[in-house]
Nanobody, 119 residues
Framework: QVQLVESGGGFVQAGGSLRLSCAAS????????MNWYRQVPGQLRELVAA???????NYADSVKGRFTISRDDAKKEVYLQMNDLEPEDTAVYYC?????????????WGQGTQVTVSS
């Protein structure tokens, strides 16, 4: 099992920036895929950014050019730098991980961190 703990959410005005962090613990030796998802109440959880240990990175079209995913595999941490935030980015952001890079969500989820962007 892998435990994921997010931090860094909060309240910011449109145009501002936030940096989310996610720390993994537990059986992390073979952890490969580390992603960020987000969810708005009443809507499906959507992929924001995905990363693999080999360097594969993918972004949702809505965040390309504004968000950057990075990771420190030695620390078992993944980050999401969010710039030029928009009210539409308001959501609960979840860290997600798996042992294989599949392009879909892995089996491990964090508890989520709220990001609120005011106009």
């Amino acid at each position: 099992q892998v435990q994921l703990v997010e931090s860094g959410g909060g309240f910011v005005q449109a145009g501002g920036s936030l940096r989310l962090s996610c720390a993994a613990s537990g059986n992390t030796l073979s952890l490969n895929m580390m992603n960020w998802y987000r969810q708005v109440p009443g809507q499906l959880r959507e992929l924001v950014a995905a990363s693999s240990r080999s360097g594969i990175i993918n972004y949702a079209d809505s965040v390309k050019g504004r968000f950057t995913i990075s990771r420190d595999d030695a620390k078992k941490e993944v980050y999401l730098q969010m710039n030029d935030l928009e009210p539409e980015d308001t959501a609960v952001y979840y860290c997600n991980a798996g042992y294989r890079y599949t392009g879909n969500a892995g089996p491990f989820w964090g508890q989520g961190t709220q990001v609120t962007v005011s106009s």
